[in-house]
């Protein structure tokens, strides 16, 4: 079992930044795969990007591409999400998740545990 837990969303102008952490607990969370997902009002919920157990392999969302960055640091067992030049359509829901020992996933079906989520809105 793992259980998630994300902090650090928020509101925040159009260009700005925001840090994303998302705690990990649970035996498994170290050998999973994560991922951060998004879900805009009226939309479905959609990929944005992922990263490796080992940290080494992540894919990102073309909408994000450049603009954000994910991480994660085993020895604390937290993942980051980084997100730089925020723009309007990046307002949301965002959801970390931990996938199973697996590979890397963009697939949200891929995905069995779900943290709360955290809000970010970006003013334009």
């Known amino acids: 079992q793992v259980q998630l837990v994300e902090s650090g969303g928020g509101l925040v102008q159009a260009g700005g930044s925001l840090r994303l952490s998302c705690a990990g607990s649970?035996?498994?969370?170290?050998?999973?795969?994560m991922g951060w997902f998004r879900q805009a009002p009226g939309k479905e919920r959609e990929f944005v990007a992922a990263i490796s157990w080992f940290g080494r392999s992540t894919r990102y969302a073309d909408s994000v591409k450049g603009r954000f960055t994910i991480s994660r640091d085993s020895a604390k067992n937290t993942v980051t999400l980084q997100m730089n030049s925020l723009k309007s359509e990046d307002t949301a829901v965002y959801y970390c998740?931990?996938?199973?020992?697996?590979?890397?996933?963009?697939?949200?079906?891929?995905?069995?545990?779900w943290g709360q989520g955290t809000q970010v809105t970006v003013s334009s």
């Open positions: 998740a931990a996938r199973r020992p697996g590979a890397l996933s963009v697939a949200r079906s891929d995905y069995d545990y």
């Open positions: 649970g035996r498994t969370f170290s050998s999973s795969a």
